[in-house]
């Protein structure tokens, strides 16, 4: 009665071959073909299961998110009442500072203008300002926030964080709660969004939130990153955001319907750029090492690490 099961939309058959890897002698199953005696199953490894595929399991114990965010796991109304632990991973955090970094400094030093220059053999020096002029604001300073916070301020930028509770971070100015969201944006040019989707921050990044960002700041216009999940933001606000002069640009990881649909303008729009979910790879090798570490530990009588408060929803 210790068996996993997989429960994945993607990748489920390498989860299974890594956390085979990881967890030698124990029987590691798959949904839904594999599934074996249900009540013979401790751990759910769960990547947006199919509704109500986590409710099948009497004798569960640990339901494990194969990703950091855990809005896909929260939105089935079967899930059983158990521990509900998150990823908190190096390579993922890595992966995460690179992606906002890379198109950071896109924004920073112009590179879309150059791509065009370059298209039209256009040779000209844009107008650079310095790091320390420009004032990026992250919204979530949690595990990602937190580290991509620290390497841009390294870079020199002038950062400062928002998030749910009072933070102190060195280097890092920091705003929390409703009472801090306005002074916040009123700072920030580019705007990295890094929050969980919550009941609290779905549709956060609407056209009223994005008219309150600095326009008049050293880039000379206010520019959006979106990594955290696409539910935080509402696609015809930005495109009407980016049409009214509120946004500069546009850099979006998640959607709130993905694969981003076809016929969204976003597809073609000349100031967005589009990448698909992929800002930072949930890894199974690197992650179903710590699946099995944290089962180890969970066996031993000690606490999971990276639990959710499933009451605030991440
Ligand atoms: P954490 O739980 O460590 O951090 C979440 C942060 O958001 C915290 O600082 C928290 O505040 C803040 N927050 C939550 N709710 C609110 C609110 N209502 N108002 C203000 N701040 C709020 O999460 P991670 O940093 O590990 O991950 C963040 C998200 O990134 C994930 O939930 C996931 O959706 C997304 N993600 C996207 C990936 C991609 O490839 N695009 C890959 C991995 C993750 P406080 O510190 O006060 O609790
Ligand atoms: C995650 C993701 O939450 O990949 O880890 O979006």
């Known amino acids: 009665m210790r068996s996993l099961i997989v429960a994945s939309a993607s990748d489920a058959a ?35 299961a199919p509704p109500g595929a986590l409710g099948r399991f009497p004798n569960a114990r640990v339901v494990f ?36 970094t890379l198109h950071t400094l896109m924004i920073h030093r112009r590179q879309r203008a150059y791509d065009a220059q370059q298209k039209a053999r256009v040779w000209h020096e844009l107008a650079q300002p310095a790091a320390r ?41 920091t705003f929390d709660g409703a009472a801090g969201l306005d002074a916040f944006l009123a700072r920030t040019e580019i705007l990295i969004a890094l929050l969980p989707l ?24 206010a520019h959006l990153i979106n990594a955290g999940r696409g539910g935080l933001q509402i696609d015809a606000d930005i495109l009407m955001a980016l ?29 967005v750029t589009i990448t698909p979910h992929n800002a930072a790879w949930s890894n199974p090798a690197a992650l179903a090492e710590g699946i099995a570490r944290q089962i180890a530990r969970f066996e031993a009588g000690q606490p999971l690490e990276g639990l959710v408060d499933t009451a605030s929803g991440y």
């Open 14 to 48: 390498v989860w299974v071959e890594h956390l085979r890897r990881n967890l030698p002698g124990r029987s590691i199953r798959c949904w839904p073909d594999d599934v074996g005696d249900p009540a013979e199953v401790a751990y759910i490894c769960a990547w947006k």
């Open 65 to 100: 998110s194969l990703g950091a965010g855990v809005d896909h796991i929260l939105a089935d109304p079967a899930l059983p009442k158990l521990p509900l632990v998150r990823i908190v991973d190096a390579d993922l955090t890595q992966r995460m500072t690179e992606y906002v």
């Open 133 to 173: 002029d420009v004032a990026v604001g992250i919204m979530g300073l949690g595990v990602l926030g937190k580290d991509a916070a620290e390497v841009l301020r390294r870079i020199g930028f002038r950062v400062a964080g928002w998030s749910r509770s009072p933070k102190t971070i060195a280097g890092i100015e």
């Open 198 to 221: 919550t009941a609290a921050t779905r549709g956060i990044v609407a056209l009223p939130l994005l008219r309150k960002l600095n326009r008049d700041g050293a880039l000379g216009g």
């Open 243 to 271: 049409d009214q002069g509120v946004l500069a640009s546009a850099t979006l990881d998640v959607f709130p319907t993905e694969p981003l649909p076809n016929d969204s303008a976003l597809w073609t729009h000349p100031r």
